[in-house]
């Protein structure tokens, strides 16, 4: 039973022996404080900041030095007066570079348990920062009918941007690097949609929400009396072009075995179209006509 106590005592004192080397000779960590995506300014001089914490117990603190090294070019990094786990340096990125991949070094010495002292040195995992050199300042209007072309003002657009309008992407004209311009799609009216303007390195882009107004459809004539067999023509018309894909226009009636009608839609960048009506089983009614962000109309159909 002794012998078993002592076995467990030797086992208890070796293992934590270990437990303090290894926490009293623990690396440092890097924190590193650099955003990721970072906005360009005119002279090309970017900060990098990473937070070092120190555990080794055995550190000479006064020994502690703090590298970034850049695409090879090592760079000393500065200790904040206020705050010592911070560490930080200017690095000016080479003309023509929109990114730069970089990690941290530190170099320090430690005393071991014999007394002697090692020279450490550790790394940090490989980063790197981009540029954002683009940004969207605002929309001309926050609100309009379906068809308006609203501008969007920013710096760094490119003619592979797009504008997206809740879920519906608009058609988008690029007029520079610092104006785009976006088509409003066909939306319910009276609701507020977030715009997003979609292209880059680095996603979608935020603009706001863009309220969709009520747009009158034009309908002429208000009302057919047609024979039977016979063909009348129901005009429709809007304000602005139709965006992208078309504007569809509903059309129900109360009499669908007395009116033969196609489909109605007024083609993308057209502000007309032109329906034919075919009379056929006599009847009275109506038609209801209906498309998306337009206040509604009807006509009153007689056919004979």
């Known amino acids: 039973m002794i012998m078993k106590f002592v076995s467990k005592l030797i086992t208890f004192s070796i293992l934590s022996a270990s437990l303090w080397l290894i926490s009293g000779c623990r690396q440092p960590n890097f924190i590193n404080l650099t955003s990721k995506n970072v906005s360009q300014n005119p002279s090309g001089i970017y900060t990098l900041q990473t937070e070092l914490e120190i555990q080794d117990r055995g550190i000479k603190t006064k020994t502690v030095e703090v590298f970034a090294v850049v695409g090879g070019e090592k760079l000393v990094m500065v200790q904040d007066d206020l705050n010592e786990e911070l560490w930080s340096c200017d690095y000016k990125l080479p003309s023509g570079f929109d990114e730069a991949t970089y990690y941290f070094e530190a170099v320090y010495s430690s005393v071991l348990d014999n007394g002697n002292v090692s020279e450490r040195r550790v790394t940090s995992d490989l980063q790197v920062f981009r540029l954002e050199n683009r940004y969207v300042g605002n929309l001309a209007s926050y609100r309009g009918p379906v068809g308006a072309e609203i501008a969007v003002q920013g710096r760094g657009l490119t003619k592979y941007d797009t504008i997206k309008v809740g879920e519906q992407d608009a058609t988008t004209r690029y007029l520079s690097e610092n104006e785009l311009r976006f088509v409003v799609p066909a939306l319910p009216s009276g609701l507020d949609y977030p715009v997003k303007l979609v292209g880059g390195a680095h996603g979608a882009l935020d603009l706001g929400n863009f309220r969709v107004d009520e747009s009158r459809l034009g309908v002429s004539p208000n009302s057919l009396e047609i024979q039977s067999g016979d063909t009348a023509t129901l005009l429709f018309k809007i304000d602005y072009q139709a965006p992208a894909g078309g504007l569809p226009i509903d059309v129900k009636t109360n009499?669908?075995?007395?009116?033969?009608?196609?489909?109605?839609?007024?083609?993308?960048?057209?502000?007309?179209?032109?329906?034919?009506?075919k009379g056929d089983e006599a009847g009275e009614g109506k038609l209801v006509i209906s498309a998306p962000g337009f206040e509604g109309a009807e006509v009153t159909v007689k056919v004979f």
């Open 255 to 277: 009499i669908p075995n007395s009116v033969i009608m196609p489909e109605a839609i007024i083609a993308e960048g057209d502000m007309t179209v032109n329906i034919p009506i």
